[in-house]
Nanobody
Framework: QVQLVESGGGLVQAGGSLRLSCAASISILWSINAMGWYRQAPGKQRELVATITRGGSTNYVDSVKGRFTVSRDNAKNTVYLQMNSLKPEDTAVYYC???????????????WGQGTQVTVSS
């Protein structure tokens, strides 16, 4: 019914850039509210990186402000994360997240992608 597919992770040197994409496959019974990105480094808790509402309002964790940019294409049900000036401490598995609502059903439901590895070498 709902599937989030991420792409764009990889290995990059410090100071480099990567662009992550996450495409949501949903039926016409669903619509997407907020979308965003989280990350989890080894031995650490998953943390919020950036979110974006359907209207385009964004929110970032302080450590990525000025370096990362979240955007979305509502027509394609896709969210992006442009990551510039990458640092070794950005190394983590990055997860896409989407908040969905189903027609005729109260409440919202959060779905996760499978995760994509981002490794930044020093």
């Amino acid at each position: 019914q709902v599937q989030l597919v991420e792409s764009g992770g990889g290995l990059v040197q410090a100071g480099g850039s990567l662009r992550l994409s996450c495409a949501a496959s949903i039926s016409i019974l669903w619509s997407i509210n907020a979308m965003g990105w989280y990350r989890q480094a080894p031995g650490k808790q998953r943390e919020l990186v950036a979110t974006i509402t359907r209207g385009g309002s964004t929110n970032y964790v302080d450590s990525v402000k000025g370096r990362f940019t979240v955007s979305r294409d509502n027509a394609k049900n896709t969210v992006y994360l442009q990551m510039n000036s990458l640092k070794p401490e950005d190394t983590a598995v990055y997860y896409c997240n989407a908040e969905l609502v189903r027609v005729g059903v109260p409440g919202a439901y959060k779905y996760w992608g499978q995760g994509t590895q981002v490794t930044v070498s020093s």
